[in-house]
């Protein structure tokens, strides 16, 4: 059992940046692929960004050059770097562990 927890969200203004942190108990992820994904209001849930298991990434065509992933398998987190925040990006984001996920963190980015 891998309990996932998300931090870092809240409510910005575009142009501004946040970095969110998901962290992972009960197992060590190290090794594994650890994917975020975000949820808008009325939207299907869409895949953000995706650290493998060998530390490679990959990205949503809409956040690239944008957002960067990156893990520390030490402390058993991933993060998600987000700079020039717009509207577009207001959702619940979440990240992944197959077949585990977190409760999410909103963000909220005002014009």
């Known amino acids: 059992q891998v309990q996932l927890l998300e931090s870092g969200g809240g409510l910005v203004q575009a142009g501004a940046s946040l970095r969110l942190s998901c962290s992972a108990s009960g197992r060590s992820f190290s090794g594994y692929p650890v994917t975020w994904y975000r949820r808008a209001p009325g939207k299907e849930r869409e895949f953000v960004a995706v650290?493998?298991?060998?530390?490679?990434?990959y990205y949503t065509n809409s956040v690239k050059g944008r957002f960067t992933i990156s893990r520390d398998d030490a402390q058993e987190t991933v993060y998600l770097e987000m700079t020039s925040l717009n509207p577009e990006d207001t959702a619940m984001y979440c990240c992944?562990?197959?077949?585990?996920w977190g409760p999410g963190t909103q963000i909220t980015v005002s014009s």
């Open positions: 650290s493998t298991k060998s530390g490679q990434t």
């Open positions: 992944n562990i197959d077949p585990y």
